[in-house]
């Protein structure tokens, strides 16, 4: 009986750690095809990338996209020394032609340049810039004139709400922040992705393709932008025809 209790014990201890990976196994089939395609869309990472980052949020989604962003700044920062000279002119018509984008989005290497990857990049941000509009590139290009002129309009705004003067500059903070977010491409949110910024859209590109990548500058023209276009009072212009 003794040895008979011993084999049966054996036994058990056999298949205890197969349980324990039925288990894990089930965890893991949480992280579906369809998931990771899913996060592939809206990050731009690699499909191994995506899978390593859902198995380890545990397939949550919020979490596999914190671990993906982590990981592409941390190659972004690493190549931040690196010269980007090479890239591509891209242009963007919308709106049967009544919106033109020119941007020149530089990388390293001429190979990167002329490989799709790339070339869907920079369409996706001179779209975006033909759809959102942005000023500058980056607050480092804001002329200081100009914000000067933003805080002390703000400035007087908040003097005109009664606010005291010691909240009056950390106020001012935060708006400065926001005007910061409206007019500069890579501070504003990405139209195709509203998880993230421009800038954290590129850190994610350069971690995925392994380059820095860079927006240099861009044009931006618009049908009638900046034409003071004739206005007409109708009322006025009958009244004189009927000689009134």
């Keep these: 009986m003794q040895m008979q209790s011993q084999q049966q014990l054996a036994h058990q201890k056999k ?8 288990v894990n196994s089930h965890h893991t089939m949480a992280v579906t095809v369809q998931l990771i395609a899913k996060l592939r869309e809206a990050t731009g990472a690699g499909m191994m990338d995506v899978k390593n980052a859902l198995e380890e949020a545990g397939g949550d989604e919020s979490k596999a996209i914190e671990i993906l962003r982590k990981k592409g700044a941390a190659k972004a920062v690493k190549r931040a020394g690196k010269v980007a000279a090479e890239g591509r002119v891209v242009s963007y018509i919308h709106g049967e032609g ?19 990857k790339f070339g869907a990049l920079t369409r996706d941000v001179a779209m975006h810039i033909a759809a959102a509009n942005p000023q500058y590139v980056s ?11 933003e805080k002390a309009i703000y400035r007087d705004q908040l003097a005109a709400e009664k606010k005291p003067a010691e909240m009056i500059e950390k106020i001012l903070e935060g708006k400065i922040s926001k005007f910061y977010a409206e ?3 890579l501070e504003q949110t990405y139209i195709k992705n509203e998880d993230m910024t421009i800038e954290q859209m590129l850190a994610a590109a350069t971690g995925e ?10 044009a931006r023209y618009e049908v009638g932008e900046g034409i003071e276009k004739e206005s007409t009072d109708f009322v006025a212009e009958v009244t004189a025809q009927a000689g009134m």
Excluded at 15 to 22: E, M, V, Y
Excluded at 139 to 149: G, S, Y
């Design 183 to 185: 007019v500069c491409l």
């Design 98 to 116: 009544r919106v033109g984008v020119l941007a020149e989005i530089n990388c390293e290497t001429d190979f990167v340049a002329r490989g799709d």
């Design 139 to 149: 607050r480092a290009d804001v002329p200081a004139e100009i914000v000067e002129k």
């Design 15 to 22: 298949f205890r750690p197969q349980s324990n990976r039925g």
């Design 209 to 218: 393709i392994g380059e820095k990548i860079v927006v240099r500058r861009f």
